[in-house]
């Protein structure tokens, strides 16, 4: 199975300041289509993961443009140019092109 | 709007099984597949298994072959998991989630809180 790693595994972050998460596959993400499969979801507190990023760097629908992705092959980057109260909770990223999808261990986002 | 609703929470005796559905609503059902994703308490995300709505073809978590079945009911709009022979460590959250493509899931259910305790 490819391992996702992520660094931090905890970020605290005043209001108004950056974030960034790192995520590194142990396998390329990058698809003979071209694609890159490489997802970020974010579960806040009680609630189910919703998905932010998908295929690195497109912002699902509704996802402010505060968030974004980039990166490739096996190396990923989430940034949050402007950390927002809302913005709490645990930070996955997850890879969708070898079965099965395997997670990241998560990061851990908190408000200073 | 896209939903998807799952079943209510269960407690299960060591070697019992476990059936969660998940009805789907707001868009054709039959168009993408369903992943089943769960979450032990305290702990992160771990990818079941997912089935297409369109033909019943699935693909199992290695480590669950043979003790999950997940299946759909294209007249109701549903999908089922059920892991048999349960353990205390499959005590956890159980998602589901649209996969609308190369494992890509969009939208998620509220989750499904299984116990397993004698």
Known sequence: ???????????SVTPGQPASISCKSSQSLLHSDGKTYLYWYLQKP???????IYEVSSRFSGV????????SGTDFTLK?????????????CMQGIHLPPTFGQGTKLEIK | QVQ??????????????VKVSCKASGY????????????????????????????????????LQGRVTMTTDT???????????????????????????????????KGTTVTVSS
């Open chain 1, 80 to 92: 949050i140019s402007r950390v927002e109260a809302e913005d709490v909770g645990v930070y996955y």
């Open chain 2, 75 to 109: 007249s109701t709009s549903t999908a089922y998991m059920e892991l048999r022979s349960l353990r205390s460590d499959d005590t956890a959250v159980y998602y589901c989630a649209r996969e609308i493509y190369s494992n890509n899931m969009d939208v998620w259910g």
């Open chain 1, 1 to 11: 199975d490819i391992v996702m790693t992520q660094t931090p595994l905890s970020l």
């Open chain 2, 28 to 63: 054709t059902f039959t168009s993408y597949g369903i992943s089943w994703v769960r979450q032990a308490p305290g702990q992160g995300l771990e990818w079941m298994g997912w089935i297409s709505a369109y033909n019943g073809n699935t693909n199992y978590a290695q480590k």
């Open chain 2, 4 to 17: 998807l609703v799952q079943s209510g929470a269960e407690v299960k005796k060591p070697g019992a099984s």
């Open chain 1, 64 to 71: 402010p443009d505060r968030f974004s992705g980039s990166g």
């Open chain 1, 46 to 52: 009680g609630q189910s993961p919703q998905l932010l």
